[in-house]
């Protein structure tokens, strides 16, 4: 299997002033991200607005962003929905289109069994040939993948990990204890990356890693080396800044402000998401200040 790699970016859907995407941009975007610190992104995620991109401009996107990090960086899309029918048919667009792995996220709103979890993810894996990465985040989709669910998913053959946005340690310390061996966890909580790290984590996918992509694989390179010490001082240094972007509005509406602030033109978000309020704007101006980016404007 090709090395999909440790610190990988959710980018962000740029778009333009009147909400249509703006690929363009998109392909500057991804390279200044590799160019930056992370090892590749992932496209039409949660921070790439998916719930109000149409699977044509998913897929569009795939291509863009794949022709223009091409040798530098790999692309992974999010082509999990709530339709295992219209997951299928997406994720086989993606691969198409060039993807080099797929993020597959719990269905959400319908609330399956962990049984219906395991049928799901396993037929998505079974109809295409690229990696597939699962994603458990309850926080959105009102449903948690168990331990267990995942610890059987890890035996279909190209399920090769799981994005874990539960909070939940236990559960991320069962699944590394328990998944088949090489089944890869990234943290999907930039917060938790560290502490995932610890208990046999893999990397990270992240929001922080658009400004700071850099420090974040610093951070993991100096853990696996066992600077713990140093490991400590970056993920401290960057605790103001992580929370300021999970806690001021949802994602990724602070994240696109800061992008924007910074003079890194990625658009608004799309309706419903707008952008945070004045006061969640001063406290991410307040977090950006006095930390030296990795990423540069102009992108």
């Given at each position: 299997?090709?090395?999909?790699?440790?610190?990988?970016?959710?980018?962000?859907?740029?778009?333009?002033?009147?909400?249509?995407?703006?690929y363009g941009q998109a392909r500057r975007l991804a390279q200044a991200?590799?160019?930056s610190g992370s090892h590749g992104v992932v496209v039409a995620g949660t921070t790439g607005e998916a719930p109000t991109l149409?699977?044509?401009?998913k897929v569009r996107l795939v291509r863009e962003v794949k022709e223009a990090i091409t040798g530098k960086g790999t692309v992974v899309a999010g082509t999990g929905t709530n339709d295992t029918r219209h997951s299928i048919e997406l994720s086989r667009e993606a691969e198409r289109a060039g993807a080099d792995a797929l993020l597959l996220v719990v269905p959400y709103y319908n609330r399956p069994s962990q049984e219906g979890l395991y049928q799901h993810f396993r037929a998505i894996a079974q109809?295409?040939?690229?990696?597939?990465?699962?994603?458990?985040?309850?926080g959105r989709t009102s449903l948690n993948m168990t331990a267990e669910t995942v610890i059987r998913l890890s035996h279909v053959d190209n399920i090769v990990g799981i994005k874990e946005a539960s909070g939940d340690l236990v559960q991320v310390s069962r699944i590394a204890a328990g998944a088949r061996p090489g089944f890869l966890i990234w943290s999907g909580d930039d917060l938790l990356t560290l502490p995932i790290m610890a208990i046999g984590g893999y990397g990270v996918i992240s929001v922080v890693t658009h400004l700071a992509g850099r420090k974040m694989r610093a951070m993991i390179e100096a853990y696996r080396q066992g600077q713990v010490e140093e490991a400590k001082r970056l993920h401290f240094s960057l605790v103001p800044l992580m929370q300021a972007l999970m806690t001021v509005g949802p994602n990724p509406t602070p994240i696109k402000w800061a992008l924007?602030?910074?003079?890194?033109?990625?658009?608004?978000?799309?309706?419903?998401?707008v952008e945070p309020e004045p006061d969640g704007q001063e406290r991410l101006r307040?977090?950006?200040?006095?930390?030296?980016?990795?990423?540069?404007?102009p992108v």
């Open positions: 299997m090709a090395e999909i790699g440790r610190v990988l970016t959710a980018m962000v859907t740029p778009m333009d002033a009147g909400g249509a995407v703006n991200l590799v160019d149409a699977d044509e401009e109809a295409v040939n690229i990696p597939c990465i699962l994603y458990n985040i309850p924007n602030h910074l003079g890194i033109a990625v658009g608004p978000p799309r309706l419903p998401l307040n977090a950006l200040e006095g930390i030296e980016l990795d990423i540069k404007a």
